[in-house]
């Protein structure tokens, strides 16, 4: 009998966090979750809490700390508060793997903290290896923590890759849906609302993740994943419009061979392979039915109605800081578009004036990206008070 791998969810109650524990539900005899944090959902975590019985529930938000507390004090769990307490969690010595579900920068730390802890970690934070890439590549190299990606396009190139030379990887497919806007004009983009921007047509994810869809900021960030965790130069990863979002991803070799993954627009299919790798778990979930997309198309991204997409090959291209900042911006530029204070067009806007404002570090430590994503922010909230509605 194997034995119950213990889980680490932080972020539990966000998309990938739900589905996360669809998966700790659906193998009980293999895995268990024994940490689960979230921001401010209290009401929902301690639901969790009481299905899953985690040794440790933390919320970040302190609002939301007392309310929890007093959901779960007939519980036996610990009820924690803060980003100390998450990074305690994720480090525990009963923790074999931390999934990483946190939204944005707010993932970093933690992930550092489980990297120290030579913990196994399934991520689904992107932005954690967009603001610090190479320092967590040299952190894993002096670790016996490894990372088994959870993105669905990153889950699709570990999988082409398993088995092969990556010496003889030449090119990266990353594929994109191309969101809701895909056929919109570029005069078009700039009288979408919120509403249009969360209505993705594949796949069902939290709201920054949508905008960041909608916008392709988030193939821009995959991207620049894709180049830290695959050790991939920028100018062989091509980005690939697939409306269908069927092939996740797509790795070419060096003898012309093109290996694909397929699969439904589905996030327990990725999730499910990070946490049982090296093996594959048996479901009883609809698989992939080929008749059904008889018609697999592809497309070139267009990077001037897009032009965040662009500025993520700028960042990775410039290097040190700048994707820091770069993702700081975009963070707050989707937060101000989602309460209605920017346009969506005016999101680019804002993250070119932080990217070409804020100070640049060629060679930043933890607390120089630390100080820049502050600094970042600060840039933006300046730019927000001379241009929101």
């Known amino acids: 009998m194997k034995q119950i791998k213990n889980i680490a969810v932080l972020g539990s109650t966000g998309s990938i966090g739900t589905q996360t524990l669809d998966i700790i539900a659906e193998y009980p005899e293999r895995f268990h979750a024994s940490v689960l944090t979230a921001k401010s959902n209290w009401q929902l975590l301690s639901r969790q809490a009481k299905q899953f019985k985690p040794a440790m529930a933390v919320v970040s938000d302190p609002a939301a700390y007392p309310l929890l507390k007093e959901a779960l004090k007939d519980q036996d769990v610990e009820v924690a508060l803060g980003e100390e307490a998450i990074c305690a969690g994720a480090s525990l ?89 895909r056929k919109l004009s570029k005069e078009q983009l700039y009288d979408v ?137 975009n963070e707050k530029g989707v937060a101000a578009f989602l309460s209605g204070k920017i346009g969506f067009m005016d999101m680019p806007r804002l993250v070119k004036s932080v990217m070409e404002s804020s100070a640049f570090i060629s060679n930043p430590t933890l607390p120089d990206l630390i100080a820049s994503n502050e600094e970042a922010l600060m840039r933006a909230d300046e730019w927000l008070a001379i241009n929101s509605k």
């Open 93 to 181: 010595p009963e923790v074999d793997i931390v999934v990483t579900a946190m939204v944005g920068y707010s993932g970093l730390l933690p992930t550092i903290t489980a990297i120290n802890a030579g913990k196994r970690i399934a991520l689904a934070n992107k932005e954690t290896l967009v603001v610090a890439g190479e320092l967590i590549t040299g952190m894993l190299k002096n670790s016996t923590s490894d990372i088994i990606p959870v993105d669905s396009e990153h889950s699709a190139i570990f999988q082409c890759l398993v088995g092969e030379k990556t010496s003889e990887a030449r090119k990266i497919f990353l594929t994109a849906s191309g969101g809701p806007f």
């Open 193 to 329: 609302t919120v509403k249009d921007a969360l209505n993705h047509p594949n796949w069902s994810m939290g709201a920054k993740v949508t905008i960041d869809s909608a916008s392709m900021m988030n193939k821009g960030f995959e991207m620049i994943e894709a180049h830290w965790l695959f050790d991939c130069p920028p100018k062989n990863i091509e980005i690939v419009v697939h409306p269908q979002s069927i092939v996740h991803s797509m790795v070419e070799f060096i003898d012309g061979s093109v290996k694909a993954q397929l699969g439904m627009p589905d996030m327990h299919l990725p999730i499910r392979y990070a946490l049982g790798y090296p093996e594959r778990l048996a479901t009883d979930q609809s698989p992939l039915t080929l008749s059904s997309f008889a018609n697999l198309t592809f497309e070139s991204p267009d990077y001037e109605k897009f032009p965040l997409l662009g500025y993520a090959f700028d960042a990775i291209k410039t290097g040190g800081n700048m994707p820091c900042i770069l993702n700081a911006a």
